[in-house]
């Protein structure tokens, strides 16, 4: 059943990919969905090993169990839980089904699953809504996110409105019913991450926005960040997510079990309605309906544009994303700038001197409040102390010479914090958080000249396969390796005879029960998704996807013009453009725009607010029209046969242009032998003489 599962990818927060890029997988519910999770072992699948299983016992006895504070809090202030357990799309498919997850709640322990995940896989188990105190609501377990309402004078302020409009509707209608009608009175976005923006219209009808009745309220610099943060490389993000969030695992012991700030991702409707009244100060102070809100802006944290907010006359602190119930990434795996970790840290601090001292609770987008001044100090100075410390230790071990290939190996938390359930690291790993401390600062060269210029792992391989003696002994002492539960050992020199031979499956199949065995063994998700991932990904390939016809035309229309030209810059294949020069102006009447695009050396840039006078082409469309091509809906030259472009001068070079611009698959290969081939290596093979034709023709 698992082989015929579509890989399901979060069209909600990254339908804007699919639309500017022609990608072409599903959107669903994510990964296979029945209650009997045995159902979905791998026919390849292998069962934890000894020294997996003693692992797991080993952290049984080390992690603080006995503190079960965090499971009182969870459950704290339960109201009520609807009485269905699947949220569907309008579209069809089911967007969300917590009831996945249910095998989680039977009491079993799962020497599968590293017992300090399968706790926070239970612990965000949370479904239904709850009561922070009076006056101040949440439904959790509704999406990746929590949605909050605060109570004001006459209705409902709502902060973070989930991922999608189905799933935020479904909130706000469960809140209605269980504790009277109110209408929304205004929204508040914490940061511009789509799990806190994308379901706006389910809770708030845009003409209340456009009139004025309903303030949306954002950080400073949200827009920008919440269009323009994964696009230049959504198709390898896209592609990546596979594996961080695990979108093709199946839900059971030995796939799916958490995504450490919530179960998952709803796939659902994603929309936007720009922010009416952004906080632009540090800290800014706002009345609404009556509610009392200090914002606190945190750029630079856990997204570019983030804000906290204190509630005086509630003494609640919202914390945003910047404290939940794990440790954060400080470098998210399916790919993103490197992020800030001690200024987040020292955002945290601001916070602990602003508002902890008299908070009596802190509630945030993910996880589950924390009640009493002790217990919320307790928590956010363990977050500000693991921050502080992962990029002070980080640095002080890189100052005397660990390198980023080292690090992770090196660095680990203070025996405190270790000991501290809001400091253990789920989301961003120890080690690959570590390794970003120091891609931060110092890149990804670790000085060593040999990686400076390395081999491809491709180009390499094959000599060290030849130099240990062929396939032959690799594979018995790979396998040797993996009998005495030697895994990064074997993996070694497995991962190189994979490279050098990829249609050798007793290779990848052997890579792949290593590499599950590591996945069973981590404590993040992430890393344990990642390596699950590519361990189907071995054994089977790559699943055919389906087409998910979803559109979303807020996002597409956030996005300014220029970034969809800067986009077409990186669709271009500069291969194709060698010898082609040209000068297009591009003309939007209906925003006023003008762009001058230059093709020259192969290459397509742009310039805002200018004309060229000597352009080869002048092309006139309004931007509402534009946007139809730019979300795929309409063709371009659909646009010209229509009338609604309009060009002027030399055809042709719109003709060229269109040869040369590529559609990116999300398809692409990334264990050897598993897929489509990137097509990039041909284009530059290592053995090639610097002066040898490179062009491909
Ligand atoms: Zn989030």
Redesign the pocket.
Known sequence: MWKRSFYVIWAGIFAVFWLITGTAYAAGGGGVITTDPTQHFHPKGKMPSEFTAELQNKWRQFLPFDDKRDFEEHQKGFIAAPDYKQIMAEAGHVAWDIGSYEWLLDGKDFDSIHPSLQRQAILNMNYGLYEVIPGIYQVRGFD??NISFIKGKTGWIVFDPLTCKETAAAALKLINEKLGDRPVVAVVYSHS?A??FGGVRGVVDIKDVNSGKVPVIAPIGFMESAVSENIYAGNAMNRRMFYQYGVLLPRSPFGHVDQS?GKNTAAGNTGLIPPTRVIEKDIEELTVDGVRMVFQNTPGTEAPAEMNTYFPDFKAFWAA?NIVGTIHNIYTLRGALVRDALEWSKQINKAIYLFGQEAEVMFA??SWPRWGNERVLEVMRAQRDTYANLNNGVLHLANQGATINQIHNVYDVPKSLQQQWAARSYHGSVEHNSRAVINRYLGYWDANPTTLIPLSPEDSAPLYVEMMGGAKPILAKGKALYDQGKYRLAQEILNKLVYAEPQNQEAKDLLADVFEQIGYQKESPSVRNSFLAAALELRSGIPEGDTPKTSGPDMIQAMTTELWLDFLGIRLDSRKAEGHDFKINLVTPDNDEKFVVELSNATLTNIEGFQAKDADLTVTINRSDLEKTMMGAVDFDEQIKSGKAKLKGNREVYEQLKTMLVHFDLGFEIMPGTGAKDLTREQKPFEQEPFADTSGG
């Open positions: 990746l996110a991450h799990d806190h700030i994303e987008s993910h």
